[in-house]
């Protein structure tokens, strides 16, 4: 894929989980929408970060440029130091794939299939080996303290631990950031402190994540956040963030 | 293998499903939804098992038919008098047995003959009913040349054809109301009554005897008046030899007036007996065809309900790393396996379905192994066919859209 559109050489630098560069997303329209205007940022590995901002802010199309679900208009995504912006479908689903761990506010477990099911069903697009793909679904699932959960289908979980057997299904291919969309969005207040209390303790551990949120309350609890606001980041309490 | 050494230009992260895992991934929607996936199946199950159905049947019932046509033979030939211009009442010349029998390719022959006299149960039954049962009078060797049996007693011999002797066409003791030999049973033929000796099974392949009372032909000319020109000579050829010898047959018979001979082939009537059956195994073949349609669209669908339910799997899947295509062959490999369960369930109900029946018939078993095996790949293209729209519409979805609840 060397091609020489504009966007494809620019190097990127390796050691930045994720890193947007200029990136404008607009859509079609009289005149068109201006979702994200300009957004450069840059989260180190190790980093847990809130993304937060009110709805409409451009908070939902910045998470889905930064999770490639979505692709710019211009400028760079590059996802633990691979440019997708120049990159085919199927390649940016590799990316996705191997690097980016997804979280979402609806849980997205599918039903039918046991706790174990669902968290090895984030290693099925690398073509891991069932074996595998089981061995290392129980250890996301320990880790995530639902050991004893394991055969049970999502219909016999609690929302907290539903969303649990979600953040264990981010981390089973032991991706280069999770995103996480709202995760406490559908859970009581005791649930919303053990999911955040598992997400700072993966962070503990090591492990780098984006949270995006509305709540400026679960933002004001973690190392840095980056306020968005009509498609602009306007704030970045991060030491050295790419942006401003 | 971390992404500080790893080149920008070649770096391994590559979305991959197995093959294995194709199918297990397709098989997770039918398989977490059990009733609506019997349901769907059951609509192709339906089309198979018409089609595999109606060809089980249509061969078991048509191997039966050709059965009693090879157990009659096909050699048989009717030789009769036609009905010549102006000729009324014709029949053969006296000579006509003996001549056909001549031929060298001629096996066997046995005449019968009219008789002029009307039979009844007893005196008592008022003149006119006679039943239309007519009195003929044959030669001992008839029962060996139409590979006819006995229901009851015996056929006439040498001896019992020369005394007032009768033997009963299956219709015939019907209307006499004869049911069985096991007391000495006589009609009334003419002025006389005659005993029963023996009464036929049906002759497939020379009804008109079924209808008739045979007497011996001694016996005929003897006691009722009978004349010596037979009605009919049923004639065996040998097999190979049927075409030639049915065209010599009328100048043999009668030299004289040949064209007023007919001769037919009564197994032909039969064989187009089971032509007819084909002409309607086509059409039930159709309407099989339309039941499969109806369950190929029925799978169509439940597919598409599918692909709008299940957008929040579409786009968690894309969001797990699936590509487009990964997505299409999880869909289109769905559809199959509904499919592939309906063939299979039809091809079962289709083959218990004959099985029943053709036994019931006393028919053997026949199931066609291009109707299993040709039911089955039907299934499985119907599946493909239904699956390619809702597939192409699973693909095509956007993940964010997908995502979007």
Redesign the interface.
Known sequence: ??TTTPAAPV??T??AALELRSVVKEYPGEPPVRALDDVSLRIEHGELVAVVGPSGSGKSTLL?VM?T??RPTSGIVAV????TATRS???V????????G?V?Q?F?L????SAVENVS??L????V??KERRERAVEALERVGLGHRLHHPPNHLSGGERQRVAVA?ALVHRP?FVLADEPTGNLDSKSTNAVMNLIGDLHAEGTTIVVITHDNAIAASLPRRLAVHDGAIVSDSGLDGGAQ | MTAATMPTGQPKVLSRLRTADIFRVGASGPRARKTRTALSALGVSIGIAALVGVLGLSESSKSALLDEIASLGTNLLTVEAGAGFGGGDSALPDTALETIERIPTVTGASAVWEVDADVYRNEFIPEGETGSVQVVAADPDLVDTLNGELADGVFLDEATSVYPNAVLGSVAAERLGVTDLDEPTYVLIGDEYVEVIGILEEFPLAADLDRAVIIGQEAATTYYDAGTNPAAVYTRVADGAIDETRDILPSTADPENPEEVSVSRPSDALEAQAAADDALTTLFLGLGAVALLVGGIGIANVMVIAVIERRGEIGLRRALGATRAHIRRQFLTEAVILSVLGGVGGVLIGVAATYVYATSQDWRVIIPQEAAIGGFLGAIAIGAVAGLYPASRAARLAPTEALRT
């Open positions: 894929m060397r190097p990127t390796a050691g889905n999770g679900l979505d633990d130091g691979i440019d479908e199927k390649e689903a590799g990316v996705r794939a191997c690097k980016i997804f979402f609806q997205f599918l039903p039918g299939m069903n984030g099925l697009y690398q073509g080996a069932p299904r280069a």
